[in-house]
């Protein structure tokens, strides 16, 4: 085969590649972001055939000329060519380690792999990698953050500002960015941005000593990075789980002299030894327990509730508020307790006399009792039959509903036709905690309070939904927002609602 028909086979391939159609669009729709990025994958590979294919031609054709001067230049031009299609090689090896955001992000201008699912967010995320080995900068914080408002904010977006936070020490609202990446389509979220999150938030988990967290983050992603199997190898050790490869772990994970300490700090821990085994006690056996030896009702009553308030969400929370809300139920049915509690309201002078001080100790520990259930997530119905009980689980669904509109007061309209990333991102995160607020509501509601409460969020939720769709081309927020209205409608049977929310969430992305 001549140079030039090999010159010719690599351009005709090239072209082709660049040319070639989407697959059938029952399986890509050709306006999404899938085929968008599929379609920026295809130009880049061609691109870099065609630039090798060239160095060989130039090679080739120098090697029959008899002269070998020219393959050191074409060498240099070529690796110049893929450094341009693929600049991530240089912002990983150079630009990262020096710390030079300003030229990541210029570099990440040109987009190519591994950002291809997000090319605007990728190279904001390529400067705060590298804004994290400088010290804490605000101006560069913003100008770093100014960057995401070129294009719509996708995964490796969230990523970058979810690390901006963190650098300035705000780590509940990163936690809260970099979790939220589960919302995202897969298709508007790169896979290292995944990964980049995911390393982020296990190591806030051993930060925090949270070993449990750890490993429920290390088992819930499919490929976790070297790191992050070392930190899930030391969560199994610090757990007194079986753990025979820590070292093995160490050695395959990179910065083993930063992660040598860890390694050596658990292997210098006494075996783990499981806290002695109590006799087990049966439900008619409860009286036995220091907090029900008996004595006067309000002692009982004192002691369970700080038993409650002390144990929280602790294994057991059913079976001690029911004991609670009974022991309450026995304290305001003793006369000698009212007669007492009148007669030393009389002695102190206070303002309010007679049966509304029992009155209104009933209501305070009612309302005690509703921010237990809350905590320790027991459902209304499993609280207790009695009146304290009743009127807890009353206080509850007023209480939660109450704490859900206050909730929503940060999305509710009117919205600008133009807001920057900061304020996009305040309303991602206000609809995060709108979430967070509405699944503690629904761990211990009925469906009934279920119901009201998805009435109250999907109102505000689907303006915002809409003002994210039209005016700002959030097209991917929204749609994070929409599916999951999407899945509460079908889970309270609002069929309205599904229909509605099923058709937002056809739509392309």
Same mark, same amino acid.
């Given at each position: ?146 960057? @995401? ?34 919302? @995202? ?8 941005? /995944? ?92 009286? /036995? ?40 139920? /026995? ?179």
């Amino acid at each position: 085969m001549s140079t030039a028909t090999f010159m010719g086979l690599c351009v005709l391939g090239c072209l082709a590649m660049v040319a070639a159609p989407l697959p059938s669009s029952e399986m890509v729709d050709p306006d999404s972001s899938r085929a968008q990025s599929m379609k920026r994958s295809e130009a880049r590979l061609a691109a870099s055939i065609f630039a090798v294919a060239l160095l060989v031609f130039g090679v080739l054709m120098a090697l029959e000329q008899g002269a070998t001067w020219p393959i050191v230049p074409l060498a240099a031009a070529c690796m110049v060519g893929m450094m341009a299609l693929h600049p991530w090689l240089a912002v990983r090896w150079v630009c990262i380690p020096l710390g030079l955001p300003r030229l990541a992000v210029s570099l990440g201008r040109l987009g190519g792999h591994p950002w291809v699912r997000d090319p605007e967010g990728g190279k904001v995320l390529a400067g705060a990698l590298a804004q994290l080995r400088r010290p804490i900068d605000p101006e560069m914080h913003e100008w770093l953050r100014g960057q @995401l408002r070129r294009g719509p904010l996708r995964g490796a977006g969230l990523v970058a500002a979810g690390l901006l936070a963190a650098d300035e020490g705000d780590r509940k609202t990163a936690r809260a960015l970099l979790s939220s990446l589960d919302d @995202l389509d897969p298709d508007l979220c790169p896979p290292l941005a /995944r990964r980049i999150a995911l390393d982020w938030l296990v190591a806030d988990a051993v930060r925090d000593g949270a070993w449990g967290r750890v490993l429920e983050l290390a088992e819930d992603h499919p490929a976790p990075s070297r790191t992050v199997r070392l930190m899930a190898a030391l969560a199994r050790h610090h757990r007194g789980e079986p753990n025979g490869s820590l070292w093995q772990a160490w050695l395959l994970a990179p910065r083993r002299r930063h992660t040598l300490a860890l390694v050596n700090g658990a292997m210098s821990e006494p075996d783990f030894q499981w806290a002695p085994s109590l006799e087990p006690l049966e439900l008619g056996d409860t009286g /036995r327990l220091a907090a029900n030896d008996g004595g006067p009702h309000p002692a009982e009553a004192l002691a369970l509730h700080v038993e409650a308030l002390v144990d929280g969400d602790e294994p057991g929370a059913e079976d001690r508020m029911v004991r609670l809300g009974e022991a309450w139920d /026995r304290v305001m049915d003793d006369f000698g307790f009212r007669g007492h509690v009148r007669r030393r309201a009389e002695q102190l002078d206070c303002t309010v006399l007679g049966e509304k001080v029992i009155a209104r100790l009933h209501r305070d520990v009612c309302e005690d009792l509703a921010r237990m259930l809350a905590q320790g997530g027991v459902p209304g119905d499993r609280a207790g039959d009695g009146l304290t009980a009743q009127r807890a689980v009353a206080h509850l669904h007023t209480m939660a509903l109450e704490e859900l509109e206050r909730a929503c007061a940060p999305v509710i309209g009117p919205h600008p036709t133009f807001a920057t990333v900061d304020h996009v991102l305040a309303t991602w995160l206000s609809w995060l905690e709108v979430r967070r607020r509405y699944r503690a509501l629904a761990q211990v509601a009925s469906i009934e309070l279920r119901k009201q409460a998805y009435a109250i969020v999907e109102l505000h939720l689907r303006q915002l939904m809409a003002w994210l769709w039209n005016d700002l081309h959030e097209r991917g927020l929204a749609n994070a927002i929409s599916t999951w209205l999407l899945l509460e409608a079908e889970r309270v049977h609002d069929e309205a609602s599904a229909a509605y929310h099923r058709h937002n969430v056809a739509l392309v992305i």
